[in-house]
């Protein structure tokens, strides 16, 4: 299930970051970017490098964000719901009137 996450997130956050990057880098110029008013003096590839695995980075944190804020309380808590909450028949596996088929 871990592998199966890390692939929803890194794929889609790849794929964005691939699209990201060519329409930045076909609205700016690599050679004439400045950071904080100076030249960074990185070759073009090394800026088209570092501009895709930034925007790579933010797409696996929005990605990241999406698959943390989907799990219900349960699974984030690792708690069973509360009686109430549970099917007819369903207790917890600790109570003693569990019983198992």
């Known amino acids: 299930m ?13 794929i964005v970051a691939a699209a990201a990057t060519g329409v930045f880098f076909t609205l700016f110029d690599p050679g004439e970017l400045r950071l904080f008013g100076r030249e960074p003096g990185w070759s073009r590839l090394a800026v088209y490098s570092v501009g895709f695995f930034a925007f790579w ?11 943390f804020f989907q799990r219900g ?3 984030i808590n690792r708690r069973p719901p509360p009686p109430a909450a549970r099917a007819e028949g369903c207790s917890k596996p ?8």
Do not use: H, K, V, Y
């Open 57 to 67: 980075a933010f797409g696996a944190a929005s990605s990241g964000l999406t698959c």
């Open 2 to 14: 871990r592998a199966q996450r890390l692939i929803w997130i890194l794929w889609p956050s790849f």
């Open 94 to 101: 600790d109570e003693p009137s569990a019983t198992r088929p």
């Open 73 to 75: 309380a349960a699974e």
